[in-house]
Antibody, heavy 116, light 110 residues
Framework: QVQMVESGGGVVQPGTSLRLSCVAS????????LHWVRQAPGGGLEWVAL????????HYADSVKGRFTISADISKNTLHLQMNSLRSEDTAVYYC?????????WGQGTMVTVSS | QAGLAQPPSVSKDLRQTATLTCTGN????????AAWLQQHRGHPPKLLSY???NRASGISERFSASRSGNTASLTISGLQPEDEADYYC???????????FGGGTKLTVL
């Protein structure tokens, strides 16, 4: 079964760090674009970051540039998002998504709450 | 990064046809086209179509997408209760090197 499963969300204080993981099964991360997309409570979708499986092509949304780092561990078929200097506005459900034909496979999401 | 423009809400009667729009510019929608996603409350998004008019695997023929210039459209025919959801368009912006999402349209089936 083709699926992606996120983990690592939680409640953290502003200024701290969190690392999200997304394990893929039923397919290999190789040869796919891999994304993190977030959705604030009651809000719309916001693209966060993109990497190719080999890390040769990486882009970030302006809102997270310099604070978040996306990476892929092909040996573990896992996508990561290292989030530093977290802010209240980073509170959202974070989804990982595969880009084969656009965003064709999504995880169920993991909730990140940044609050003092 | 400015997003793509979608009407916040659309309401249509059961079995009628709804057309949702998504307006961008020549660097995003007008360049490589748009994808459409459907999201029911509490669930992750689901891909409906990509690059304007390619229907994703397993998606009903009642869903069709098109593009004219910088505006993409999603047409849903024979509306069913299960079509009530939020619909998002998405496109790669070549000038910003960023993926853009529309603000989403909440479709209500009356």
């Amino acid at each position: 079964q083709v699926q992606m499963v996120e983990s690592g969300g939680g409640v953290v204080q502003p200024g701290t760090s969190l690392r999200l993981s997304c394990v893929a099964s039923g397919f290999t991360l190789s040869n796919h674009g891999l994304h993190w997309v977030r959705q604030a409570p009651g809000g719309g979708l916001e693209w966060v970051a993109l990497t190719t499986s080999d890390g040769s092509y990486i882009h970030y949304a302006d809102s997270v540039k310099g604070r978040f780092t996306i990476s892929a561990d092909i040996s573990k078929n896992t996508l990561h998002l290292q989030m530093n200097s977290l802010r209240s506005e980073d509170t959202a459900v974070y989804y990982c998504a595969r880009e084969s034909e656009s965003f064709d496979i999504w995880g169920q999401g993991t909730m990140v709450t940044v609050s003092s | 990064q400015a997003g793509l423009a979608q009407p916040p809400s659309v309401s249509k009667d059961l079995r009628q046809t709804a057309t949702l729009t998504c307006t961008g510019n020549s660097n995003n929608v007008g360049n490589q086209g748009a994808a459409w996603l459907q999201q029911h409350r509490g669930h992750p998004p689901k891909l409906l179509s990509y690059r304007n008019n390619n229907r994703a695997s397993g998606i009903s023929e009642r869903f069709s997408a098109s593009r004219s210039g910088n505006t993409a459209s999603l047409t849903i025919s024979g509306l069913q209760p299960e079509d009530e959801a939020d619909y998002y368009c998405s496109a790669w912006d070549s000038s910003l090197s960023a993926w853009m999402f529309g603000g989403g349209t909440k479709l209500t089936v009356l």
